[in-house]
């Protein structure tokens, strides 16, 4: 699904592609259209919606925020109904208007034991419908209409994770945006008039310059100096920065204002600011009111921050982009809150009012019929030639049956035949069982005669050895299967030392027990001369090459 945020200014015209699906969001495509003087916004709004290579097939603007108010409620009680009828009684006590003359909608941002906690945006239905019928002049037909506030909330929410509020500046060119931010939802939001016109007209009366000359100089040339940094400027630039500082200082107070609000509402400090729009990338803004409020300025990377892709914007492209990027992603739900949209209702988008008639569509219900008798024939031919197949797969799969298990009775071929899982476990029972059978019947590839085959080949002949003892395997006093215990007469120490080298060849981790003196074998013949003999026995764990393998 593509989705388009459209943020109207009065400088320019911003639109975000956002391409969603599945609960998966990515950015496609940005667009800026210059606003001309004397030419409509919305003109150039519906002209550049013309340009898209594809049309969108959703549409989403926002509500001025001067003509809208938001609370935050919560309301004891989970249910629904209660939830609206709670909200409705709320409205009415506290606005100063007639339940019939506004026009709300809310969300649900958490619901804790027993209760329901909203954001609830108001406006008067005069100006929704003026709104709507404003855009529909120049066909612009919005899926929906939110408000600024819940479009920063859902982009906050996407990027940032912070316990402290959180305030964004977003300047424009005739005026700011204050939005505060907490714990995923909308604190606070004013619109103030103060912009960048506001420096470029303080730039004119000083130089005594055309407007279209300030702004360019701004554009250009345009900085202000923080006060530690005044000493290193030459006089020239101290008066120019002078200029646009003293024009700075109401922003500066609304700040302010909207931070001691935020600390009244949340009992918190605010902990960042981050600053969009064309006018925060003059050089040293950031700066300036750093040091004068004290918290840290940060600028906002609107679109950089939600690529998924990984690419990375301008810091112009981040900066003005951050509303339509934000109008983008409210209707992306990326998160399970229900966005908020004015268009509902009997503000509802709604589709051309031309009737019916039978005759225009008599054609096509006459082409759909026929399709949908060749479809049923075709579905019936199917079933009977499948049907068919399966009899005779029926057919082959009994006599497989009964040549596996031989004697089997009719009911016994039924009841495997009707049940799978039965007739596995009794192939897989037989299939065990001869496998068994072959353990036994077959040859044992670990033979101790194997062993001892290999044993005998890899003594040298030069080596004189007597072996008395042979244990591979378990045994009624060894119940390990991987032990060998060879025991050996010799009659020269030495010889117990060449031997373990042999035998290390074939048994891993050997181990030599004590040299034993042992008698002389009872018939062994020594030529009449005394000779002394030693026992050996040594112990380890076969490898597979010793049986031959």
């Not at 000779?531 to 090459?545: A, D, L, Q």
Request: aromatic content about 6%; glycine content about 6%.
């Amino acid at each position: 699904m593509r989705i388009v945020g459209i943020d109207i200014g009065s400088h320019s015209i911003k639109a975000v592609e956002i391409e969603s699906a599945f609960g998966r969001y990515e950015i496609h495509e940005y667009h800026e259209q210059k606003t001309v003087p004397n030419e409509n916004p919305l003109h150039l709004t519906r002209k550049l919606l013309e340009s898209l290579k594809r049309k969108p097939d959703k549409l989403c603007i926002y509500l001025p925020t001067h003509l809208i108010t938001a609370r935050n409620l919560t309301i004891p009680t989970r249910d629904k109904k209660a939830v609206l009828a709670a909200i409705r009684f709320e409205l009415e006590d506290e606005l100063p208007f007639e339940s019939d003359d506004i026009a709300f909608d809310y969300s649900i941002l958490s619901q804790p034991k027993g209760s329901t906690h909203t954001h609830v945006a108001i406006t008067l239905k005069k100006h929704l419908s003026d709104f709507i019928e404003t855009l529909k002049s120049d066909a612009i037909d919005p899926d929906q209409i939110t408000t600024e506030a819940w479009s920063y909330r859902t982009h906050f929410n996407r990027v940032l994770q912070t316990d402290k509020p959180i305030l964004l500046v977003n300047m424009g060119k005739s005026k700011t945006t204050l939005y505060i931010h907490h714990q995923g939802e909308p604190i606070l939001i004013r619109e103030v008039l103060w912009g960048g016109q506001n420096l470029t007209t303080a730039i004119s009366e000083k130089y005594n310059i055309p407007l279209d000359q300030a702004e360019q100089a701004k554009l250009d040339h345009g900085f202000v100096i923080p006060s530690s940094q005044v000493q290193e400027a030459t006089p020239e630039q101290a008066v120019f920065s002078e200029t646009l500082y003293h024009a700075i200082q109401p922003l500066i107070w609304e700040i302010r204002q909207s931070i001691l609000t935020s600390k009244k509402i949340t009992q918190m400090n605010i902990g960042s600011i981050y600053v969009s729009g064309g006018t925060s990338l003059l050089p040293g803004l950031s700066r300036v009111i750093e040091e004068n409020i004290r918290i840290s300025v940060k600028p906002v990377r609107a679109l950089t921050s939600v690529s998924n892709s990984g690419v990375t914007y301008s810091e112009h492209t981040d900066a003005s982009f951050m509303l339509a990027t934000a109008l983008g992603l409210s209707m992306a739900k990326i998160d399970k809150s229900t966005p908020i949209n004015f268009r509902k209702g009997e503000f509802g988008k709604r589709g051309g009012g031309r009737s019916i008639q039978i005759k225009n569509i008599k054609k096509p219900l006459i082409g759909t019929a026929v399709v949908t008798t060749c479809m049923l024939i075709s579905l019936f031919t199917q079933t009977w030639v499948y049907q068919s197949k399966l009899k005779d797969v029926d057919v082959q799969l009994e006599r497989s049956v009964k040549n596996f298990f031989g004697q089997l009775s009719p009911s016994a071929a039924r009841t495997y035949l009707t049940s799978p899982s039965t007739l596995r476990t009794a192939i897989n029972k037989d299939l065990n069982k001869q496998r068994e059978l072959a353990k036994l019947l077959g040859p044992n590839k670990y033979s101790p005669l194997n062993f001892l085959k290999t044993i005998s080949t890899q003594i040298p002949p030069g080596l004189s050895v007597d072996m008395i003892g042979f244990q591979v395997g378990a045994s009624a006093t060894n119940t390990d299967e991987n032990k060998a215990s060879l025991t050996f007469l010799i009659s020269d120490q030495k010889v117990a030392d060449q031997l373990n080298s042999v035998l290390t060849r074939t048994i891993e981790k050997i181990q030599q027990e004590p040299t034993l003196e042992a008698k002389t074998p009872t018939g062994m013949k020594t030529d009449g001369a005394p000779k002394r003999f030693w026992k050996v026995t040594f112990t380890g764990s076969p490898t597979e090459e010793s049986y031959g393998n």
